[in-house]
Protein backbone atom coordinates (compact mmCIF):
# COMPACT_ATOMS: atom_id res chain seq x y z
CA UNK A 1 0.00 0.00 0.00
CA UNK A 2 1.21 3.38 -0.67
CA UNK A 3 1.88 5.28 2.77
CA UNK A 4 0.91 9.10 3.55
CA UNK A 5 2.71 11.37 6.38
CA UNK A 6 0.94 12.52 8.90
CA UNK A 7 2.79 15.75 10.89
CA UNK A 8 1.73 16.08 14.78
CA UNK A 9 2.72 19.28 17.07
CA UNK A 10 1.51 21.07 19.76
CA UNK A 11 2.66 23.68 22.04
CA UNK A 12 4.25 23.33 25.36
CA UNK A 13 2.27 22.09 28.23
CA UNK A 14 -0.08 20.90 25.85
CA UNK A 15 -0.10 17.35 26.13
CA UNK A 16 1.82 16.12 23.14
CA UNK A 17 3.77 13.31 24.72
CA UNK A 18 0.74 11.79 26.39
CA UNK A 19 -0.98 11.73 22.53
CA UNK A 20 2.62 10.12 21.39
CA UNK A 21 2.02 7.31 24.31
CA UNK A 22 -1.31 6.63 23.24
CA UNK A 23 -0.45 6.58 19.25
CA UNK A 24 2.41 3.89 20.01
CA UNK A 25 0.57 1.61 22.21
CA UNK A 26 -2.26 1.24 18.96
CA UNK A 27 1.28 0.35 17.15
CA UNK A 28 1.56 3.38 14.93
CA UNK A 29 4.90 4.61 13.45
CA UNK A 30 6.11 7.36 15.05
CA UNK A 31 9.39 9.47 14.10
CA UNK A 32 10.10 11.72 16.85
CA UNK A 33 12.17 14.72 15.36
CA UNK A 34 13.47 15.99 18.73
CA UNK A 35 14.95 11.91 19.52
CA UNK A 36 16.70 12.25 15.96
CA UNK A 37 17.91 15.89 17.08
CA UNK A 38 19.57 14.48 19.76
CA UNK A 39 20.85 11.32 18.11
CA UNK A 40 22.81 13.25 15.06
CA UNK A 41 25.16 15.79 17.21
CA UNK A 42 26.46 12.38 18.69
CA UNK A 43 30.58 11.78 18.15
CA UNK A 44 29.90 9.39 15.36
CA UNK A 45 27.96 11.85 13.48
CA UNK A 46 28.61 14.09 10.57
CA UNK A 47 26.58 17.00 12.21
CA UNK A 48 28.89 16.94 15.71
CA UNK A 49 32.40 17.00 13.41
CA UNK A 50 30.87 20.21 11.96
CA UNK A 51 29.64 21.80 15.01
CA UNK A 52 33.15 21.38 16.71
CA UNK A 53 34.76 22.55 13.97
CA UNK A 54 32.10 25.83 14.15
CA UNK A 55 31.54 26.55 17.51
CA UNK A 56 34.93 25.29 18.95
CA UNK A 57 36.05 22.58 21.72
CA UNK A 58 34.75 24.58 24.75
CA UNK A 59 30.94 23.33 23.96
CA UNK A 60 32.20 19.97 24.80
CA UNK A 61 31.93 17.63 27.92
CA UNK A 62 34.36 15.53 29.50
CA UNK A 63 33.47 12.86 27.84
CA UNK A 64 33.50 14.34 24.60
CA UNK A 65 29.23 14.85 23.97
CA UNK A 66 28.04 17.86 22.85
CA UNK A 67 27.03 20.00 26.15
CA UNK A 68 23.72 21.11 25.07
CA UNK A 69 23.35 24.12 27.37
CA UNK A 70 26.67 25.62 26.36
CA UNK A 71 25.56 25.59 22.37
CA UNK A 72 22.28 26.48 23.46
CA UNK A 73 23.86 29.20 25.52
CA UNK A 74 25.89 30.57 22.61
CA UNK A 75 23.14 30.17 19.68
CA UNK A 76 20.21 32.08 22.08
CA UNK A 77 22.42 35.22 21.96
CA UNK A 78 23.57 35.75 18.68
CA UNK A 79 20.69 34.62 16.04
CA UNK A 80 23.49 34.11 13.23
CA UNK A 81 24.64 31.24 14.80
CA UNK A 82 21.73 29.58 15.42
CA UNK A 83 21.45 30.14 11.66
CA UNK A 84 24.32 28.11 11.13
CA UNK A 85 23.59 25.50 13.71
CA UNK A 86 20.31 24.92 11.99
CA UNK A 87 22.12 24.55 8.19
CA UNK A 88 24.07 21.89 10.14
CA UNK A 89 21.99 19.96 11.58
CA UNK A 90 18.61 20.23 9.82
CA UNK A 91 20.19 18.38 6.60
CA UNK A 92 21.21 15.55 8.79
CA UNK A 93 17.99 14.95 10.52
CA UNK A 94 15.63 15.54 7.69
CA UNK A 95 18.31 12.51 6.49
CA UNK A 96 17.34 10.33 9.18
CA UNK A 97 13.55 11.02 9.36
CA UNK A 98 13.87 9.38 5.68
CA UNK A 99 15.45 6.32 6.69
CA UNK A 100 13.24 5.43 9.13
CA UNK A 101 9.89 6.80 6.86
CA UNK A 102 11.54 4.49 3.92
CA UNK A 103 11.90 1.65 6.86
CA UNK A 104 8.00 1.68 7.90
CA UNK A 105 7.12 1.81 4.05
CA UNK A 106 8.93 -1.41 3.43
CA UNK A 107 7.24 -2.76 6.71
CA UNK A 108 4.03 -1.88 5.27
CA UNK A 109 2.63 0.58 7.33
CA UNK A 110 -0.80 2.53 6.31
CA UNK A 111 0.71 5.81 7.59
CA UNK A 112 3.12 7.32 9.73
CA UNK A 113 3.23 10.25 12.45
CA UNK A 114 6.09 12.97 12.11
CA UNK A 115 6.34 14.60 15.76
CA UNK A 116 7.56 17.68 15.08
CA UNK A 117 7.35 20.46 17.74
CA UNK A 118 7.72 23.51 15.27
CA UNK A 119 6.30 22.32 12.83
CA UNK A 120 3.93 24.94 12.10
CA UNK A 121 6.70 27.64 12.67
CA UNK A 122 9.24 26.36 10.70
CA UNK A 123 6.31 25.95 7.78
CA UNK A 124 8.52 24.36 5.70
CA UNK A 125 7.59 20.39 6.44
CA UNK A 126 3.72 20.95 6.18
CA UNK A 127 3.69 20.89 2.16
CA UNK A 128 5.10 17.12 3.10
CA UNK A 129 2.08 15.89 5.04
CA UNK A 130 -1.23 14.63 4.15
CA UNK A 131 -2.85 15.62 7.22
CA UNK A 132 -1.41 17.83 10.53
CA UNK A 133 -2.34 16.97 13.65
CA UNK A 134 -2.46 19.42 16.56
CA UNK A 135 -2.72 18.77 20.12
CA UNK A 136 -4.57 21.35 21.84
CA UNK A 137 -5.43 22.57 25.29
CA UNK A 138 -7.39 26.20 26.46
CA UNK A 139 -4.63 28.49 27.33
CA UNK A 140 -5.89 28.73 30.99
CA UNK A 141 -5.19 25.25 31.27
CA UNK A 142 -1.80 25.25 29.24
CA UNK A 143 -0.67 27.96 31.48
CA UNK A 144 -2.03 25.86 34.82
CA UNK A 145 0.09 22.96 33.12
CA UNK A 146 3.21 24.31 32.86
CA UNK A 147 3.47 26.14 36.24
CA UNK A 148 2.80 22.76 37.71
CA UNK A 149 5.14 20.88 35.59
CA UNK A 150 8.07 22.65 35.80
CA UNK A 151 7.81 24.51 39.29
CA UNK A 152 7.49 28.15 37.54
CA UNK A 153 6.16 31.53 38.78
CA UNK A 154 2.92 33.10 36.51
CA UNK A 155 5.36 35.49 34.53
CA UNK A 156 7.90 32.90 33.73
CA UNK A 157 5.82 30.26 32.65
CA UNK A 158 3.93 33.36 30.40
CA UNK A 159 6.97 34.38 28.79
CA UNK A 160 7.47 30.60 27.78
CA UNK A 161 4.64 30.21 26.28
CA UNK A 162 4.80 33.67 24.74
CA UNK A 163 8.04 32.79 22.89
CA UNK A 164 5.51 30.09 21.00
CA UNK A 165 3.14 30.56 18.23
CA UNK A 166 -0.15 30.11 20.14
CA UNK A 167 -1.99 27.42 20.23
CA UNK A 168 -4.95 29.26 18.93
CA UNK A 169 -3.47 30.11 16.12
CA UNK A 170 -1.50 26.62 15.20
CA UNK A 171 -5.02 25.75 15.58
CA UNK A 172 -6.21 27.19 12.62
CA UNK A 173 -3.19 25.31 10.68
CA UNK A 174 -4.11 21.71 11.46
CA UNK A 175 -6.17 19.56 9.57
CA UNK A 176 -7.36 17.86 12.74
CA UNK A 177 -7.08 18.88 16.27
CA UNK A 178 -7.36 16.85 19.47
CA UNK A 179 -8.41 18.82 22.58
CA UNK A 180 -6.25 17.90 25.47
CA UNK A 181 -8.18 20.21 27.14
CA UNK A 182 -9.94 17.57 29.55
CA UNK A 183 -8.97 14.06 30.98
CA UNK A 184 -6.63 11.13 29.85
CA UNK A 185 -9.77 9.32 28.60
CA UNK A 186 -10.95 11.91 26.57
CA UNK A 187 -7.80 12.70 24.76
CA UNK A 188 -7.73 8.49 24.43
CA UNK A 189 -11.11 8.69 22.63
CA UNK A 190 -10.18 11.03 20.33
CA UNK A 191 -6.63 9.39 19.43
CA UNK A 192 -8.73 6.22 18.52
CA UNK A 193 -11.29 8.07 16.47
CA UNK A 194 -8.32 9.99 14.74
CA UNK A 195 -6.63 6.70 14.53
CA UNK A 196 -9.60 4.84 12.75
CA UNK A 197 -10.21 7.65 10.22
CA UNK A 198 -6.47 7.70 9.04
CA UNK A 199 -6.46 3.54 8.64
CA UNK A 200 -9.51 3.75 6.33
CA UNK A 201 -8.58 6.63 4.44
CA UNK A 202 -9.32 6.16 0.71
CA UNK A 203 -6.26 8.66 0.16
CA UNK A 204 -3.69 7.66 -2.72
CA UNK A 205 -6.12 4.31 -3.30
CA UNK A 206 -5.87 4.69 -7.10
CA UNK A 207 -1.89 4.72 -6.23
CA UNK A 208 -2.13 1.83 -4.13
CA UNK A 209 -4.12 -0.07 -6.80
CA UNK A 210 -1.71 0.99 -9.45
CA UNK A 211 1.09 -0.64 -7.41
CA UNK A 212 -0.59 -3.70 -6.79
CA UNK A 213 -1.50 -4.29 -10.29
CA UNK A 214 2.48 -3.76 -10.95
CA UNK A 215 3.79 -5.92 -7.68
CA UNK A 216 1.33 -8.52 -9.21
CA UNK A 217 2.70 -8.62 -12.67
CA UNK A 218 6.03 -8.61 -11.37
CA UNK A 219 5.41 -11.59 -9.42
CA UNK A 220 4.11 -13.59 -12.62
CA UNK A 221 6.68 -12.75 -14.37
CA UNK A 222 8.97 -13.89 -12.47
CA UNK A 223 7.07 -16.95 -11.81
CA UNK A 224 6.94 -17.59 -15.49
CA UNK A 225 11.05 -17.10 -15.77
CA UNK A 226 11.52 -19.47 -13.00
CA UNK A 227 9.22 -22.09 -14.53
CA UNK A 228 10.85 -21.96 -17.52
CA UNK A 229 14.54 -21.52 -16.59
CA UNK A 230 13.64 -25.00 -14.07
CA UNK A 231 11.78 -26.63 -16.91
Not at 8 to 21: N, P
Not at 56 to 75: C, K, Y
Not at 93 to 99: A, D, T, V
Request: hydrophobic share 45%.
Amino acid sequence: STMFLVGLSGGIASGKSTVVAVLRELGCAVIDADVIAREVVQPHFKAYRQIVHYFGTEILLENGEINREALGNIIFSHPEKRQLLNSITHPEIQKEMLKQIWKYFVLGYRYVILDIPLLFETNRLTKFMKYTVLVYCDPPTQLSRLMKRNRLSQAEAEARIASQLPLDEKRKLASHVIDNSRDRESTCQQVLKLHARLEDSLDFLWARLVVGTVVAGLGGLVYLLLRRFIS
